[in-house]
T-cell receptor, first 112, second 111 residues
Framework: EAQVTQNPRYLITVTGKKLTVTCSQNMNHEYMSWYRQDPGLGLRQIYYSMNVEVTDKGDVPEGYKVSRKEKRNFPLILESPSPNQTSLYFC???????????FGQGTRLTVV | KQEVTQIPAALSVPEGENLVLNCSFTDSAIYNLQWFRQDPGKGLTSLLLIQSSQREQTSGRLNASLDKSSGRSTLYIAASQPGDSATYLCAPNTGFQKLVFGTGTRLLVSP
């Protein structure tokens, strides 16, 4: 089944403890992105990647890192999480820049 | 900066009604627009993708229209069912898969 898989689905952590949220797609898509969703703000793009080793900032990149070492994987790294990064995170992928985007199930992160 | 507004924010209807959900965006320089549904505790499910050169796109009981020059898209749901209850999101693509989302329309269809 074609899908975007995120792990973990739920995560509670403490301020400053480094964490990684993984994202993997099995559709051989070139483009991958991370979004966060907050009440009243909608989804906002954090980072995106156009191909292996090619990444760029979205609208809200502060406090996040990404890497794209393999085509199928696009992990989101929070090196020193803070409470304002408590949010619902989504990974997305698409074949090209103007094709249909597919989203993962989401990761609900709480930073205390 | 692209801004997306969805009206109404919430909608409650009896089963069987035909519905129109509205989406407006401020910058007409878009490549396409995608409609999604979001169910609680689940991810976003793509419903329709309408390219900037298209006026309409249909999938089953769903029909999306796009008027790029006026910055508007509508999602028409025919013969609504309780299973249609969800939050509906529109997202114009402003380039390189940068989707700009509205805050959605929360739909409740009662039996």
């Amino acid at each position: 089944e074609a899908q975007v898989t995120q792990n973990p689905r739920y995560l509670i952590t403490v301020t400053g403890k480094k964490l990684t949220v993984t994202c993997s797609q099995n559709m051989n898509h070139e483009y991958m992105s991370w979004y966060r969703q907050d009440p009243g703000l909608g989804l906002r793009q954090i980072y995106y990647s156009m191909n292996v080793e090619v990444t760029d900032k979205g609208d809200v990149p502060e406090g996040y890192k990404v890497s794209r070492k393999e085509k199928r994987n696009f992990p989101l790294i929070l090196e020193s999480p803070s409470p304002n990064q408590t949010s619902l995170y989504f990974c997305a992928s698409s074949l090209g820049p103007y094709t249909e985007a597919f989203f993962g199930q989401g990761t609900r992160l709480t930073v205390v | 900066k692209q801004e997306v507004t969805q009206i109404p924010a919430a909608l409650s209807v009896p089963e069987g009604e035909n519905l129109v959900l509205n989406c407006s965006f401020t910058d007409s320089a878009i490549y396409n627009l995608q409609w999604f549904r979001q169910d609680p505790g689940k991810g976003l499910t793509s419903l329709l993708l309408i390219q900037s050169s298209q006026r309409e796109q249909t999938s089953g009981r769903l029909n999306a229209s796009l008027d790029k020059s006026s910055g508007r898209s509508t999602l028409y749901i025919a013969a609504s069912q309780p299973g249609d209850s969800a939050t509906y999101l529109c997202a114009p693509n402003t380039g390189f898969q940068k989707l700009v989302f509205g805050t959605g329309t929360r739909l409740l269809v009662s039996p």
